[in-house]
């Protein structure tokens, strides 16, 4: 299409501070298009530029009203001016407030066919703007420099259905690797955050991925065009949920379609079978880069602007009052102890109450035990199991209290993982069932496995006395944490341990685990990527990471505090923000998290406000100034 001529509006590019910075990308997009068809494009932040019959805005809705202070959204005589480009799914928030800017602009115009259709249906013209090749989302340029790294890659907003989806996916990448980006919408995704990938970062994960997973964010079976598109011009085999208006891609030809509970199989069948899957991903870049430039989709909206500029305004001689930046004060979550406060509200005393009686009559029980002359005296016996070697590098560091039917499920996944130079620290806390018959059980089918069993004869009531006990028994760089009803991928270690030594300020490495019960897999733990200020809206990473022998000893390992049972993991990691240093996630499957459903029945159930007074006097640094 050649350059439009003579008498052309500028175009200003309205935008918010605090958006989310792909739909920046989109609009930037737009501009580089119009700046080649001789377009003048201007940008604006946070506010409308002066009006100007000269002068069409573009703007994505629900982002740049959601974050500007009302008083510098759009007057009417603005948006009459003004093209709305809708990016989001119908049977959204977002979507309806993009409906409800677009009745009153000077055009309207969709990425997506299905959101188009549905603006249509509402009495709201809106053209389908068809994104196609964009040159600088194309870092592949169509040739590979070598082996991809990444198996399977994702990236979208946690949803339960898309966490189970892919959780579900563990059989097909326990030895392979994964690329998994979840995000939460605490705050906005801005430019450079390390959880969410954009611009040339999410380019080079796609051209170094072999399939992107898209499962979808709601019920719609809504085709996420602008994810896709930045997949196929990366070389990235695409492996979608059931869609709907998915042209000009054409399942089996240009992506590969399945149902959910199908995604697992059809990926390993993809990834088994790289010439069949490199054949989609060619097919459909080609068809992308050479039938469908971005000309043709700025031609389309070029109509819009046309539309919106044919809105002339009368200014009088006084003009508009200047615009002036205002960015919205968004509303910040509570912290997690406010949260609790809030939530518990009338029924707190009654929780403080039950949970200082449980307390009581525990203590009562031992007392009567005292008296009655049964207390045993804490005795710790070790013994070696299977050869001992002379400096291992890793100890995995296992307690066990009455876990005969699992331990032995954990012992072995640590037996068969491809991490070299590994001791296991199995430390028994006075189990009452056959916990230490089933340790030796399982060490004896794994005979090459060197195993430390620590006995105690006295539980200790405290995860993290059980894991202090054994840490004085770890003799390698990096410990590793497992409990005994989890287990660890053959890979997981070696994943994280290439972690800490390619980041060597990094405290610890934790990934994510794959939550299971006796249904089968049930979603994702430890999906949020390490933030000490998310730190004080609560615990987001389980106790299963690689961490540093010196900085567990630097703090003084577990914090045993008895008004932190249950709690141990997550003072850990406050003890180690609160220290200065961090950890780093791997967004990666590194194990297996089983949920019981006996875990609601403990007692930290009951009441959490001891353990946050305790929290808040260990670790002001990290929990008030974060808040």
Wanted: proline share 6%.
């Amino acid at each position: 299409m050649p350059p439009v001529a003579g008498g052309l509006p500028r175009i200003c590019l309205v935008s918010a501070s605090g958006e989310n910075v792909f739909f920046g990308e989109i609009l930037e997009a737009f501009g580089d298009a119009l700046s080649e068809q001789g377009y003048e494009v201007e940008r604006s932040v946070d506010t409308f530029p002066e009006l100007a019959d000269d002068l069409v805005c573009l703007v994505i809705p629900h982002e740049y009203v959601a974050l500007v202070d009302p008083l510098a959204h759009p007057s009417p005589a603005q948006l009459r001016r003004t093209v709305a480009i809708s990016t989001e799914q119908p049977g959204t928030a977002w979507f309806e407030t993009a409906v409800d800017v677009a009745e009153r602009a000077g055009a309207v115009v969709d990425i997506n066919r299905l959101a188009a259709q549905e603006m249509n249906r509402r009495g709201i013209r809106t053209d389908h703007v068809q994104l196609g090749y964009i040159p600088s989302w194309d870092v592949w340029k169509g040739e590979d420099a070598g082996e991809r790294e990444y198996d399977m890659t994702f990236l979208g907003g946690h949803t339960e259905a898309r966490a189970k989806a892919i959780a579900r996916c563990v059989p097909a990448l326990e030895r392979r690797r994964a690329a998994i980006y979840m995000t939460e919408t605490l705050r906005p995704h801005v430019a450079g955050a390390s959880y969410f990938l954009a611009g040339r970062r999410r380019c080079e994960l796609f051209a170094n991925s072999k399939v992107l997973i898209n499962v979808h964010q709601q019920k719609l079976p809504y085709l996420e065009w602008h994810r896709i598109l930045s997949a196929v011009l990366n070389g990235c085999a695409v492996l979608s949920e059931h869609s709907l208006m998915t042209e000009p891609l054409t399942p089996g030809e240009h992506f590969v379609s399945a149902r959910p509970e199908d995604l697992p199989l059809v990926l390993e069948a993809m990834l088994s079978d790289p010439e069949r899957t490199k054949a989609i991903r060619d097919s459909a870049y080609a068809l992308i880069r050479d039938q469908m430039p971005m000309s043709a989709a700025v031609e389309v909206l070029i109509g819009a602007i046309e539309r919106a500029d044919a809105e002339k305004i009368h200014l009088g001689p006084l003009g508009a009052a200047p615009p002036v930046p205002l960015p919205k004060e968004l509303p910040q979550p509570k912290p997690g102890w406010e949260a609790w406060a809030e939530q518990a509200g009338e029924q707190l005393p009654a929780r403080r109450a039950l949970k200082d009686l449980v307390a009581r009559t525990r203590k009562l029980e031992q007392r009567i035990e005292e008296l009655a002359g049964t207390v045993k005296e804490n005795k710790v016996e070790a013994e070696q199991i299977g050869p001992e070697i002379a400096a291992p590098r890793i100890s995995v560091l296992l307690t066990v209290y009455n876990h005969a039917d699992l331990v032995g499920d954990a012992i072995r996944s640590v037996a068969f993982s491809e991490a070299h130079d590994v001791e296991l620290i199995a430390v028994d806390d006075a189990s009452t069932d056959d916990s230490v018959a089933a340790v030796r059980e399982a060490c004896a089918e794994a005979p090459w496995l060197p195993t430390k069993l620590v006995r105690r004869s006295v539980n200790s009531g405290l995860a993290a006395v059980a894991r202090n006990l054994g840490l004085e028994y770890a003799r390698g760089e990096f410990v590793f944490i497992l409990d005994a009803d989890n287990e660890v991928l053959p890979l997981g270690i070696p994943k994280l341990t290439a972690a800490l030594e390619g980041n060597p300020e990094a405290a610890f490495a934790y990934g994510i685990l794959e939550k299971f019960d006796a249904s089968g897999s049930v979603g994702l733990e430890s999906w949020l990527d390490w933030d000490p200020e998310r730190l004080s809206y609560g615990n987001y990473a389980d106790a299963m990471a690689l961490i540093r022998r010196s900085v567990l000893e630097e703090v003084g390992g577990y914090p045993g505090h008895q008004s932190l049972v249950g709690w141990e993991d997550y003072a850990l990691w406050l003890a180690i923000a609160e220290a200065g240093m961090g950890g780093i996630r791997v967004p990666d499957f590194i194990g297996r998290y089983r949920v019981s459903p006996h875990s609601m029945l403990s007692i930290t159930g009951i009441d959490h406000s001891t353990a946050w007074t305790t929290l808040l006097r260990s670790y002001p640094k990290t929990l008030r100034t974060a808040a």
